[in-house]
């Protein structure tokens, strides 16, 4: 029995890194597997200050991006985070079998601590195990995430592991898949560092809902190696992100993409690479916007979701309460 589970964060915008770390395995694994369940997790977005009604926004959008990139709601259940109220229960009792130090120890947790306005909110250092919850609550065997995510679903693996050692087998130890692993998506402004929504400017990514013209302008202005080949190099990260970004997107291999352009310059290069994101996109972007015309449609694909998928959560919260001692009436 293979069931995959994961959730990207409701926080403004998802872009390409988020899509082609995240989405698209999403949408291979569906059919290969025997369950998929896709998560927006809102209550991981508030670890930091969020503005109510863009969250609100935010979370269906975020949903609309997963069915517009092909995620089937026939095929896999979709649904929002903060409506199974068993993420937050079963997050607090793994709280409470994992140590500061683990917490304090997660890379995601150093850099986005002291850069609040607000302070660092406890959450933002309990995260993980709020996600350990939302992956062992359904007894999950693969957790497919982008490489930034692995440090969590081996803490989720160690806690899962601890568990089932205190108390005899209780929650399924789940795998990562990184499918594009070595291969994360860099920022377009700077090749040294992930493209990230959180990043300080927009040339850092492009996001799934820009324009032909701002998708062709971002490419145009992202920064390129000191080097004038068009291939694909460990010295040189930047033209090697965006060969792998259209490797992704065209799915063709990175040495036929090499091949194509031998001999040609950058400009070129880049021209070719922004028509192919804009292609990529367009029917995308036209399938996001009609769901995001139809809200109740949207609303009443993650409720049924939700609802499919309530009866696994329950059992689990309600097998973890019996082993620790708690009482279900
Ligand atoms: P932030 O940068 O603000 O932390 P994010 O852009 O990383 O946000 P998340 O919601 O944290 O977005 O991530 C959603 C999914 O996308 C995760 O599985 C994550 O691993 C993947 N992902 C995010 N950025 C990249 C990237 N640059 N390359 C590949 N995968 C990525
Ligand atoms: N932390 C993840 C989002 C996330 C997640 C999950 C991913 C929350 N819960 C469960 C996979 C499985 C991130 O992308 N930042």
Same mark, same amino acid.
């Given at each position: 029995? %293979? %069931? $995959?589970?994961?959730? $990207?964060? +409701?926080?403004? $915008?998802?872009?390409? !890194?988020?899509?082609?770390?995240? $989405?698209?395995?999403? &949408?291979e694994m569906q059919d290969k597997v025997d369950e998929s369940i896709f998560c927006v997790v809102d209550l991981h977005a508030i670890t930091v200050r969020q503005d109510p009604e863009k969250l609100r926004q935010a979370t269906l959008s975020t949903a609309a991006w997963y069915l517009a990139c092909g995620v089937d709601p026939e095929k896999s259940a979709i649904f929002i985070q903060s409506t199974r109220p068993e993420h937050t229960e079963l997050g607090w009792i793994l709280n409470c079998y994992t140590q500061i130090g683990e917490l304090e120890r997660m890379t995601q947790f150093k850099d986005k601590s002291?850069?609040?306005?607000?302070? @660092?909110? #406890?959450?933002?250092? @309990?995260? +993980?195990? *709020?996600?350990?919850? =939302?992956? *062992? *609550?359904? /007894?999950a065997t693969n957790v497919p995430v982008g490489e930034d995510q692995v440090q969590h &679903?081996?803490?989720? %693996? =160690?806690?899962?592991? %601890?568990?089932?050692?205190?108390? !005899? /087998?209780?929650l399924v130890v789940p795998e990562y898949s990184t499918k594009i692993a070595g291969k994360r998506i860099m920022g377009l402004d700077d090749a040294t560092k992930k493209m990230s929504k959180s990043a300080p400017s927009e040339y850092n990514y492009i996001a799934l809902s820009d324009s032909p013209e701002k998708i062709m302008q971002k490419v145009k202005k992202a920064v390129t190696d000191s080097g004038t080949q068009i291939q694909h190099d460990t010295d040189q990260p930047a033209i090697s992100n965006l060969l792998n970004i259209f490797s992704e997107i065209t799915n063709q291999e990175v040495t036929e993409i090499e091949d194509q352009f031998l001999g040609k310059g950058y400009g070129e290069f880049?021209?070719?690479?922004? /028509? #192919?994101?804009? =292609?990529? *996109?367009? +029917?995308?972007?036209?399938k996001h916007n009609e769901l995001m015309a139809n809200p109740q449609h949207l609303e009443a694909i993650l409720r049924a979701g939700s609802e499919k998928i309530a009866p696994l959560a329950q059992k689990t919260l309600s097998d973890v309460k019996q082993k620790i001692g708690l009482i279900n009436l």
């Open positions: 029995m %293979r %069931r $995959i589970f994961s959730g $990207i964060q +409701p926080t403004g $915008i998802i872009h390409l !890194g988020n899509y082609l770390g995240a $989405i698209k395995q999403w &949408v002291n850069h609040e306005k607000t302070g @660092t909110g #406890a959450g933002l250092l @309990t995260y +993980p195990t *709020l996600m350990a919850a =939302d992956i *062992l *609550l359904y /007894q &679903v081996e803490l989720t %693996r =160690d806690i899962a592991k %601890r568990f089932n050692n205190l108390y !005899g /087998q209780t880049k021209i070719a690479l922004g /028509q #192919a994101i804009i =292609d990529f *996109l367009a +029917p995308i972007q036209a």
